[in-house]
């Protein structure tokens, strides 16, 4: 199952569809091999959802007219799907805690051997053929090639920096708070997720990686039951400081674009385009008010829903105001948890949604496919550790 999962991680997601054909492919060898887990309150919750699900779909095309309907909306229903039932059949698998670390780690290192051959460009035909499997030919000709943004095992560099960031909050929330056995390499692995992000250059998971990085220093110098994590926390801001400053002296150049965060800030072209497409996209549901309910759908924004920047907007406009709200108060929930700061394995399994919530704003963070995947997999394992 290990095994099985991990090929699922680092299959390609260029295509989207042809990443939910691997992970088809999981889900029949999960139920096949484990059946499935449904509680009676499972049942009840999952019908009342889809059938919220249909009589919005029904109000939607009732409203805006038939004529928008689109078979891509379809598909964003089968993504639903497909993480229910990865919920449900998942439910009976017991991955310890270590396994799900040794899965992420792996992936981590192999994300960052490619990245590095792709920013300093070296490696040759091989690497070339590995970028081409999973980067999207566009990227790799502008985001790569002209401004050495480094694309690893993703699509894009901004994918590629927010899998990554994903991935280095569990590592380091795991081995701050010790919920596994600790090893001495757990740190490495942390500060190599820290240079790939570097190495992406997405302006968004730099910003998210300052907000985690405070948020943990809040966590723990804040907290009192957290002593013990202290001289850690000390260590690891010194190793990081470091790093930092070794990697902005030597690779000032490479990283120029990362830069311009710095020196342009608000005034980028990149974010004066997102919020100038924010306001059409608003002009354009401003003309029909009545499908913010149940969301407008795809083909309603045309080419705009493929490249929504900013996530909220896009589930509040294609998914509507319904289906946000349950998301919204789902992320308030996660908050609250974390204030309420039971335990360690709390803080575990609530910081990688609230790190999203800003990261949605620019940019998609909760329908990246894998970590989608990888959220439903750590919340069903949260559920069973807490015995829900």
């Not at 999960?30 to 059946?35: E, Q, S, V, W």
Request: proline residues 2%; glycine residues 4%; hydrophobic residues 50%.
């Amino acid at each position: 199952m290990k095994l099985l999962l991990l090929v699922v991680i680092l299959s390609p997601a260029k295509d989207i569809l042809e990443f939910y054909a691997v992970l088809f492919l999981l889900v029949v060898f999960t139920i096949g091999l484990y059946g499935v887990s449904v509680t009676r309150f499972d049942v009840y919750c999952l019908l009342v959802f889809f059938l919220v699900l249909f009589l919005l779909f029904i109000f939607r095309y009732f409203i805006i007219g038939i004529e928008n309907f689109d078979y891509r909306d379809i598909l964003e229903y089968g993504r639903v799907f497909f993480l229910v039932i990865i919920y449900i059949s998942v439910k009976k698998i017991r991955l310890n805690l270590s396994d799900l670390i040794l899965i992420l780690k792996v992936y981590l290192l192999t994300d960052f051997v490619l990245s590095s051959f792709q920013f300093f460009d070296v490696g040759g035909r091989l690497i070339d053929l590995a970028t081409d499997l999973y980067s999207t030919r566009s990227h790799v000709e502008n985001a790569l090639y002209i401004s050495r943004r480094s694309l690893g095992l993703s699509p894009d560099p901004g994918t590629h920096g927010l899998m990554v960031l994903f991935i280095t909050i569990i590592l380091s929330v795991n081995y701050f708070f010790q919920l596994n056995s600790h090893r001495s390499n757990d740190l490495i692995y942390i500060l190599i997720g820290y240079v790939t992000i570097l190495m992406s250059q997405s302006q968004t998971a730099f910003v998210g990686l300052l907000f985690f990085v405070f948020t943990l220093i809040f966590t723990l110098f804040y907290y009192r039951n957290y002593l013990i994590s202290r001289r850690r926390a000390v260590l690891f801001l010194c190793l990081l400081v470091l790093l930092a400053a070794c990697v902005i002296i030597m690779f000032s150049n490479e990283l120029r674009y990362l830069f311009t965060l710095f020196s342009q800030g608000l005034e980028r072209s990149s974010y004066q385009a997102r919020g100038e497409k924010t306001i059409y996209i608003w002009h354009l549901m401003s003309e029909s008010p009545l499908g913010l309910i149940s969301g407008y759908g795809k083909e309603f924004f045309g080419n705009y829903s493929r490249a929504m920047d900013n996530e909220h907007l896009y589930i509040l406009a294609v998914w509507g105001l319904v289906i946000y709200s349950i998301f919204a108060i789902s992320l308030l929930f996660s908050i609250l948890r974390y204030f309420k700061r039971e335990n360690s394995i709390s803080l575990f399994f609530t910081l990688p949604f609230i790190i999203g919530i800003p990261l949605a704003w620019p940019s998609s963070y909760y329908l990246v496919p894998k970590i989608s995947l990888l959220l439903v997999i750590f919340y069903t394992h949260y559920r069973q550790e807490r015995n829900l």
